[in-house]
């Protein structure tokens, strides 16, 4: 069974970087794809973009210049860098699985807060 | 980007009724529409995929429906633990893109 678990800083500064780390076990990551979504206080969701099997990369346009996915298959991990963050980034940061296109196995979140 | 539009925002419900909760999207998506389920402090669970495919695990009493631009989302007999938060996803184009969730409360 695929398991996701999100990891990284709770508190960021206004304009440094948020950096979170997805670490998978149960299943490999040089298979299917795999994203980082996010839940905004008010629930809100959105999808951020995934990583590829073959490490391509896809990213939501909203956030493309600031966005960075990255994997170290030695680890079966992935990343989630965001770049020059403010309040706004404030949410919960989930990785997930992405088979046949669809995102059908979660991490349980991990919150961060964006604050001087 | 397509837009969904899910509604109602929340719901109440007591044990037993039927609820449907309805998503709207800003162009055909044709019927690449998910739905997740969500508990606080727990991951998302994906029940239903393609419109009204049921994921293995998913009971019987969840089932989807639709075409085109509207979709609906059905809990028949509603039960205790059925209390969650409801989100419908379109996956035909990306950036994919979620509809603002629906709570459901026991009344």
Known sequence: EVQLQESGPGLVKPSQSLSLTCSVTGYSITSNYWGWIRKFPGNKMEWMGYISYSGSTSYNPSLKSRISITRDTSKNQFFLQLNSVTTEDTATYYCARAMMVLMDAWGQGASVTVSS | ?107
Request: with cysteine.
């Open chain 2, 1 to 107: 980007d397509i837009q969904m539009t899910q509604s109602p925002p929340s719901l109440s419900a007591s044990l037993g009724d039927k609820v449907t909760i309805t998503c709207q999207a800003s162009q055909n998506i044709n019927k690449y529409i998910a739905w997740y389920q969500q508990k606080p402090g727990k991951a998302p669970r994906l029940l239903i995929r393609y419109t009204s495919t049921l994921e293995s695990g998913t009971p019987s009493r969840f089932s989807g429906s639709g075409s085109g631009r509207d979709y609906s989302f059905s809990i028949s007999n509603v039960e205790s633990e059925d209390i969650a938060s409801y989100y419908c996803l379109q996956y035909v184009n990306l950036p994919w893109t979620f509809g603002g969730g629906t709570k459901l409360e026991l009344k």
